[in-house]
């Protein structure tokens, strides 16, 4: 299993971020929640701090190109496999910053990743 940070995590029903994290717990993977506002998704808690996880396979984001620059050093530091680009989230300087770094990027759906077995 891959323990993911899902960045951009939401409690809101409507969004994304919140789908990934029921379906990547349902699928046994370890998740890790930060965002922007406190609250519970799937009976995991939402850190709105930088938390230092540990051991990250993959950083899926849910936070727009526009907003990620500020993220940048945190979700370098957590020295990830990989970093997943949904929908809306692609960034041609974060990619080169992860690949300066070996770290794999991918610009793809986490959401459809785990439904056809691929992610």
């Known amino acids: 299993?891959?323990?993911?940070l899902v960045l951009g995590?939401?409690?809101?029903?409507?969004r994304y971020s919140f789908?990934?994290?029921?379906?990547?717990?349902n699928h046994g993977h370890e998740v890790v929640l930060v965002g922007i506002r406190k609250g519970e998704v799937a009976g995991m808690a939402i850190h709105t701090?930088?938390?230092q996880a540990q051991d990250i396979d993959t950083v899926t984001l849910y936070v727009g190109p526009q907003n990620q620059p500020g993220w940048y050093d945190y979700i370098l530091s957590l020295q990830p496999k990989?970093?997943?680009f949904n929908p809306g989230t692609e960034n041609p300087e974060l990619e080169r910053l992860a690949h300066?770094?070996?770290?794999q990027t991918e610009e793809a759906c986490t959401l459809v990743l785990l439904s056809i077995g691929q992610y």
């Open 19 to 25: 789908r990934a994290a029921h379906m990547l717990k």
């Open 100 to 103: 300066e770094r070996g770290i």
């Open 49 to 51: 701090d930088r938390p």
């Open 82 to 84: 990989r970093i997943l």
């Open 9 to 14: 995590a939401s409690d809101n029903p409507a």
């Open 1 to 4: 299993m891959k323990k993911t």
